[in-house]
Structures are given as structure tokens and as C-alpha cells.
Nanobody, 125 residues
């Protein structure tokens, strides 16, 4: 069983919204979570992260004001609400988790030990 299961992707027109979910198979209270994405022909890039200690949220500049990350520890789920989607947001989105990340490493892919399988988001008219 994968430790993280991502879902919620789909096909939406520009300006549309989607909410991605990342369900953890473990108790997630002390884990930081992040979303990464890989667009066609590009490297995987960090999108957003939420810390475990203070639940502070962090975003790449290109999604600030459009995406919101949130966590529900009681449901073992992390969400990524994506509004005003653009064609350049098209990618496979991955969630990741780790319980020993310092704040400055929240955007670093190699810092995360647990990964989900990815969910496809396509923004197109």
C-alpha cells in the first residue's frame, strides 16, 4: 500500500478550480506535507508546503493567491485547493511527506521520504 494516495485531478477549462487530496496511511500530525508537480517536458517542481509544527503555509510565486494548501489531521488528509487555473498549471501533481524537515527544506524534493503516485491535472479549453 502506498503511504500517500493523491486524488482529485481532472480536466478543467482555464479559470476553473480543482481540489486535490492526499490521504496518508499513517498518523500525520507530526509530518510536513508538500505538493510538487511535473509538467510535460519539465523537471518536477515544488508547488506548496504546510509545516507540522505551526501549520505555516508556503507557495511558489507562480501559484500565490490562486492555490491554498490545508491539512485535516483528523482525516489524515492534506488538500490543495487550486483556483483560477491556467494552462501552465497542467502537470502531474504529487504529494510528499516527511517528519524531520526543517523550515528551509520544505521546498526541497530530496527532503521528503514519502510520496504518492501522482494525479493528472489538465487545464485546457
Amino acid at each position: 500500500q502506498d503511504p500517500l494516495v493523491a486524488s482529485g485531478g481532472g480536466l478543467v477549462p482555464p479559470g476553473g478550480s480543482l481540489r486535490l487530496s492526499c490521504l496518508a496511511s499513517f498518523k500525520m500530525d507530526y509530518y510536513a506535507f508538500a505538493w510538487f508537480r511535473r509538467a510535460p517536458g519539465k523537471e518536477r517542481e515544488w508547488v506548496s508546503a504546510i509545516a507540522s509544527s505551526d501549520e505555516s503555509t508556503h507557495y511558489v510565486d507562480s501559484v500565490k493567491g490562486r492555490f491554498t494548501i490545508a491539512r485535516d489531521n483528523a482525516k489524515n488528509t492534506v488538500y490543495l485547493q487550486m483556483n483560477n487555473l491556467k494552462p501552465e498549471d497542467t502537470a502531474v501533481y504529487y504529494c510528499a511527506a516527511d517528519n524531520s524537515i526543517i523550515q528551509s527544506d520544505l521546498g526541497r524534493m530530496a527532503a521528503y521520504d514519502y510520496w504518492g503516485q501522482g494525479t493528472q491535472v489538465t487545464v485546457s479549453s
